[in-house]
């Protein structure tokens, strides 16, 4: 039984008609009935029976024309359900994000997402330097918003924003007296160092920036976020250089200072498999470079 003498079925049931449902159908008559006979011979039983006020469906044609719309509406259905998720408007999206784009970012992409994606679920999953890429490449990530980006043969990459690098310092610190930080005022300061880009530690911006300026910082000790890096200022380990945006979920303690000689800045990027045929990526774009220039 194919959906196509279904259809031919219901309208017929319907009209009360060949003719009427041969009409509605934009066919011929005589190829409408023949389908019908083959219908009711794939069945077993007659579907119709003709009184003053036409096809009149049997009992056993009762029963099939209930379920029988039940099964095109089911299909419809699912062929919307298709083109939903082909086209982005349904399915489900997993968002890796970074914790220093949390307090940024995530109050306005939560919101887009919800009124852009209605029909969409969606799940967030916080992710570290050293969680990112493995998140991504074992598909429990469906895209991650990273900084810096990550750099993967098999991982895609679109920037989508930008965030100013700034001095983290203890409140109590002279140098956070200045409204601005030359960044020679540095040497030889403690350094709180997220990780270096696994591919390369030299292609660190916060390398090359002290590298421009002839400036050394030992490093205290490494971490893994951003979270950790401002506990360990809080604590008197040293200073970190970190995106702006890390300010917002700044201890209080802490303070953030401009460089008054460096703009150098860090990508913001959106990060997927180079596979993934999810069409939901690109809506997540759209939302994620929009919530970014908000922020």
């Avoid at 009711?40 to 096809?55: H, K, Q, W, Y």
């Avoid at 992409?109 to 209605?118: A, K, M, N, Q, T």
């Avoid at 991982?155 to 020679?184: C, D, F, K, N, W």
């Amino acid at each position: 039984m194919d959906l196509r003498r279904l259809r031919y079925f219901v309208a017929v049931a319907e009209e009360r008609s060949v003719g009427r449902a041969a009409v509605r159908l934009r066919m011929a008559q005589p190829p409408l009935s023949v389908q019908i006979r083959k219908l009711e011979s794939e069945v077993g039983t007659p579907l119709f029976r003709r009184d003053a006020r036409g096809m009149e469906p049997t009992a056993a044609g009762r029963a099939l024309l209930s379920r029988a719309r039940e099964a095109l509406a089911l299909t419809a259905e699912g062929f919307e359900a298709a083109r939903a998720v082909a086209a982005g408007r349904r399915g489900r999206l997993s968002v890796g994000y970074m914790f220093a784009l949390a307090h940024a970012v995530l109050p306005r992409l939560v919101p887009e997402l919800r009124r852009s994606l209605p029909k969409v679920d969606l799940e967030f999953i916080e992710l570290s330097a050293s969680t990112r890429e493995a998140r991504l490449l074992d598909h429990s990530v469906t895209v991650a918003l990273c900084m810096p980006a990550i750099r993967h043969s098999e991982i895609e990459v679109s920037t989508i924003g930008t965030q100013r690098l700034m001095l983290a310092m203890p409140a109590g610190s002279q140098l956070a007296r200045a409204a601005a930080v030359p960044v020679r005022k540095l040497q030889g300061r403690p350094l709180i160092s997220l990780p270096w880009p696994a591919e390369d530690p030299a292609s660190s911006v916060v390398t090359s920036l002290l590298r421009r300026h002839q400036v050394s910082m030992p490093v205290a000790t490494r971490v893994e976020t951003v979270h950790s890096a401002l506990s360990l200022v809080l604590a008197g380990e040293g200073m970190a250089i970190l995106p702006a945006c890390a300010q917002l979920g700044c201890p209080t303690g802490v303070v953030f200072r401009p460089f008054l000689d460096a703009d150098d800045a860090i990508d913001v990027a959106a990060c997927w498999r180079r596979d993934s045929l999810n069409p939901l990526v690109r809506n997540f774009l759209k939302c994620a470079e929009k919530a970014i220039r908000q922020a």
